[in-house]
């Protein structure tokens, strides 16, 4: 079993060619993890999880955004 472990395909880069990306994995592949990464991506990665049956969602603070005020 493969599992994708992470892919921000909910990403507006993603737009055009997010439903091609998710048909050319391979068979094999179990699950893609979308980690969010800031308050906006939430809706995006929830969306894309609920139209997927291979994508996950895992909502969390991005270890590349500094959050001084989330305590």
């Known amino acids: 079993m493969l599992i994708g472990t992470h892919a921000h395909f909910y990403a507006e ?3 055009d060619d997010r439903a091609e990306l998710l048909q050319v994995y391979p068979k094999e592949l179990k699950w893609i ?3 969010n990464i800031d308050v906006e991506s939430i809706e995006p990665t929830l969306r894309l999880a609920e139209s997927s049956s291979i994508c ?4 969390g603070l991005h270890p590349a955004n500094e959050y001084r ?3």
Do not use: V
């Open 13 to 15: 880069e993603f737009n």
């Open 33 to 35: 993890l979308l980690p």
């Open 56 to 59: 996950l969602p895992m909502m």
């Open 69 to 71: 005020d989330w305590e």
